[in-house]
């Protein structure tokens, strides 16, 4: 890479160490599945139990990995605490992990994001998606993120941190924006929907079980800084900071946009509101003007935002594989000479 990608450059500091883990974590899940766990729990004191929950098993996971990342200093991540917890038969899981990472499982969700951006943005502009035209958006915004990693690492982290704010600063429109329609400021008919405490909650097993991996998949993505801490300074301080820190906000994040959208959505509404839910507060508090364009838009950019932190941690973990040999053709491959 160009300006910063060489080995030993420490371009990660407090502030792009959390937005790597924040800005993977907030995609579209919290805007696209609170709705759809409330219609699996029953009721939105479980629903935000949930969340809880999530957040609780997300921030002791994060202590692991902290764990490791201190003890192993290097680019690479999982694959590096892999090989040094199971060294044999020779770094096999470390080995099978890199190439699942690499060739399976972060482009697969690189893919699939990808679209999402399309429909979204597509959806704001009004225009009918028959599919390949929300494919030709994704495919143009992982080729520009990914030129952009090319160019310059400082710069995709730069990007990173803003699209990160603006994620943030999306989530607290909506948490303020519910907390003053509560009140009954803005005009926003009042309904029952906390006072009935966990009335209705569900008592079947497999809802749950659904429910929690909706919850953990809005939660995934704090690891994502472990593939980077070669180039993150003061690993000592800023990696318990940056990850447990980034769990930390979003959780609560999280449990506080759950509380706004049903301090404002009817529970009838929003049982049935799916993957609109976001769509359906903003409607009732902004008009339909920010519903159906602003907020797509918002959406779009924050599962944009997702793709550069996934690819920033995937060429870290290419570049690692390659400096311990997994990569045949790894000088050609990945550029470092």
Known sequence: MADSSARGSKNIGIVSAGAMGVSLMIGSGIFSTPALILRLVGSPAMALVLWAMGAVVSFGGATAFIELGLMFRENGGTMRFLAHAYPRPRVLLAYLFAWSMIVCIRPGAIAANGPVVGKYWLYAAGIVDTGWKARGIGFGCITLITAANI????????????????????????????????????????????????????????????????????????????????????????????????????????????????????????????????????????????????????????????????????????DSANMVGFVPMGRLLCGNH
């Open 151 to 318: 160019l310059s690492a400082k710069w995709s982290l730069r990007i990173i941190n803003i699209l990160t704010a603006v994620k943030i600063l999306v989530l607290l429109v909506i948490v303020i924006a519910g907390i003053v329609a509560s009140t009954g400021v803005i005009g926003v008919p009042k309904n029952t929907n906390w006072s009935h405490g966990f009335r209705g909650t569900s008592g079947d097993a497999h809802s749950y079980s659904s429910a929690l991996t909706k919850v953990f998949w809005a939660y995934d993505g704090f690891t994502n800084l472990v593939y980077s801490l070669g180039e993150l300074r003061r690993p000592e301080r800023n990696l318990p900071w940056a990850v447990g820190g980034s769990v930390a906000v979003v959780g609560i994040l999280y449990m506080l946009a759950n509380v706004a959208f049903f301090f404002v959505v009817p529970l009838e509404v929003a049982i049935n509101s799916e993957e609109i839910l976001a769509a359906e507060f903003t409607n009732r508090v902004f008009g339909h003007f920010v519903g159906h364009v602003i907020l797509p838009v918002f959406i779009g950019l924050s599962v944009f935002g997702a793709i550069f932190s996934q690819t920033y941690g995937v060429a870290r973990l290419l």
